[in-house]
Structure formats: structure tokens, C-alpha cells
């Protein structure tokens, strides 16, 4: 009895003095996987929300001008600028370090159900899904 009422002391000690993945958290800015853009991730409501905050080619190499939402099946919302484009909708926390809702694709102009979780401190797994098909990507911390 006392050999059990050791171990379990030890077990214990060991998981109140572990860190907590709790603690982390997604906000902050994120480098994409292609490292094209950077996200910035904030609180927002219960969930998180992200937009767009760096375009590693922000200007339209047709126009010249800034990049607009162009692929946007939307004609009002083709002509939002990328810079500060939102997301995320409705990112919802599922668990700990984990969120869903939906995430916006510039680059087709549609919108997928997503998971966005933490992998790591500077690691976020973000995958967007349409029926039973789903792909992701890793991004990484752009900085502290």
C-alpha cells in the first residue's frame, strides 16, 4: 500500500509541475505555410478572429494597384484590399488550443468549415475541409 501511495505521489508531483498546454495561446502573428502572408490572430467574442496583415507581393502585377479580394465571387467584396482582409468566421473554441468555424480562401474566393490548433508554441495547424476532403497547413510564429 505505501509503494502505491508513493508512486502516486510521484505520478502526481510530476503533472502539477509539467507546463500547461493550456497556456498557450494563438494570438499573435503567423507566418503562412508559403510564407505569402502573415495573419494576425486575436481574441475576439469567445473565439478568435485573424486577418491579413502582410502580402509578401502586395501590389497587383496587373494594375499596380493594392491587391484586392479579386478572386471574391462577390463584385462589392472583389474590391476589398487584401491588407486586412478578416478569415476566420464564427472560430469557436473546441477544445483546449483548438478552434472551429470557417476560414476564407482568398485564393478561390471561397469559404470551408476549419480546425485551426495549436502544434507547439510557434506552430498552428490550420485545415479547411469541404465534404469528407480536408488539407492544412502549418504555419509558424512571425514573432513574440
Known sequence: ???????????????????????QSA??????????????ISKCGGGICG???WLREPMD???GQPATDSKNPNPALARRPMIGLPLF???????????????????????????????????LRVEGCVGALCGGETWTRAGR
Request: proline share 4%; no cysteine; hydrophobic share 45%.
Open 61 to 63: 502585377s496587373a494594375t
Open 89 to 123: 468566421s464564427g472560430m469557436e473554441p473546441a477544445g483546449p488550443n483548438k478552434w472551429s468555424g470557417q476560414i476564407y480562401n482568398a485564393d478561390d474566393g471561397s469559404t470551408y468549415a476549419s480546425n485551426i490548433s495549436l502544434t507547439g508554441a510557434d506552430a
Open 1 to 23: 500500500m505505501t509503494f502505491r501511495f508513493a508512486a502516486l505521489t510521484v505520478i502526481l508531483a510530476a503533472l502539477i509541475s509539467a507546463p500547461s498546454v493550456h497556456a
Open 51 to 53: 486577418h491579413i496583415v
Open 27 to 40: 494570438d499573435g502573428t503567423w507566418l503562412t505555410q508559403a510564407g505569402d502572408a502573415r495573419v494576425k
